[in-house]
């Protein structure tokens, strides 16, 4: 029998004045019972399409996400906004679709309104996972060329950049490439660059030690972006966590390592591996209209 992929319902949510792609992949666990829904942040310029992989590999719960204004489906921010207020975004997303209680996944970028949510939102959250992220401003920086590259949201554009570069960028193998690709969609200028200033000045240092989740920190141990010390740091500071570092694992673990990484998070959850075959990289049709909105909104395709 085929691989069939779970494909999420995908929607507009609005939070004040601005409208948010959403999607929920209903959870296909059916001898364990219902298990805690996840929500789940993607790192910078990523849609949400990109999550689709990690949601085939890891079923059997609800999984809550959604696009950044200016990223993949939902349009250009009308004014800057911080972690907190994506943290706020997302509370209201999981009310209005009848999520209460959640655990939490933050990717790189996505570790910041994670963290920020496990702090504002301390009456929802269970669990905190944290894979490839830092406290926020006082990180220790990656590897200044794979930096460098990260200014702009030319890897999301420029295939044959993302190929060329994919090694010096994340720090896993140039295989890992049609993983993250196969469901790419270009951001905004507008839209990345506001979310780049999002983090600007923002630490979660102040309040960790009031978050009282179980927190779970994944590290890859050849992370050219985010190096493994952040890890080590959040370590120390939260009260409740464990630290685990994949070995050879470059920035973008949760794709090019999957199986393995989904291995660590169930164990953490205390659940049992599902029964469900590997999931191959699979072309969500809802990409195809993404594709169309995002060059509406940068008709030129590339960056100047």
């Known amino acids: 029998m085929s691989f069939q992929p779970n494909l999420p319902r995908i929607f507009f949510s609005k939070f004040g004045n601005q ?3 959403t999607a929920i992949w209903t959870g296909v666990d059916k001898g364990y019972g219902k298990r805690t ?10 849609n949400l399409e990109i999550a689709q992989l990690f949601a085939d590999t890891f079923t059997g719960r609800d999984i809550i996400t959604f696009d950044m204004p200016g990223v993949g489906g939902s349009p250009d921010p ?4 911080r972690p907190k207020w994506v943290a706020r975004a997302a509370r209201q997303i ?22 920020q949510f496990a702090h504002t939102n301390r009456d929802m959250i269970r669990r905190l996972v944290l894979c490839a992220t830092s406290p926020g401003w006082t990180m220790v920086p990656g590897n200044p060329r794979a930096l460098s590259k990260m200014a ?19 720090g896993d193998a140039a295989t890992g490439v049609g993983d ?21 000045g923002w630490s979660a240092i102040p309040f960790i030690r009031r ?26 500071l939260y009260r409740r966590s464990r630290l685990e570092v994949i070995d050879g694992a470059g920035h973008l673990f949760l794709l090019t390592r999957r199986d393995e990484t989904v291995e660590i998070i169930r164990d953490f959850f205390g659940e049992p591996e599902m029964p469900f075959p590997h999931a191959e ?6 990409v195809a209209a993404s594709i169309v909105h995002a060059n509406d909104r940068n008709p030129k395709g590339a960056l100047a």
Do not use: C
Request: aromatic residues 10%; hydrophobic residues 40%.
């Open 19 to 21: 409208k948010l792609r």
């Open 37 to 46: 829904p996840l929500l789940f942040f993607n790192g910078i310029g990523a």
């Open 78 to 81: 009308t004014l800057p906004y």
């Open 94 to 115: 999981l009310i209005d679709n009848g999520y209460h209680r959640v655990d939490v996944l933050g990717v790189s970028w996505g570790g910041g309104p994670a963290q």
């Open 152 to 170: 702009s949201p030319r890897r999301y554009i420029d295939r044959d950049f993302l190929k060329k570069n994919f090694e010096t960028l994340y």
């Open 180 to 200: 993250f690709s196969v469901n790419m969609v270009p951001p905004s200028i507008k839209g990345y660059l506001f979310q780049l200033g999002a983090m600007a």
């Open 211 to 236: 978050i009282r989740a179980k927190t779970l920190i994944i590290m890859g141990g050849n992370d050219q972006i985010v190096p493994v010390i952040n890890g080590r740091i959040l370590h120390a």
């Open 281 to 286: 990289p699979v072309e969500v049709p809802s």
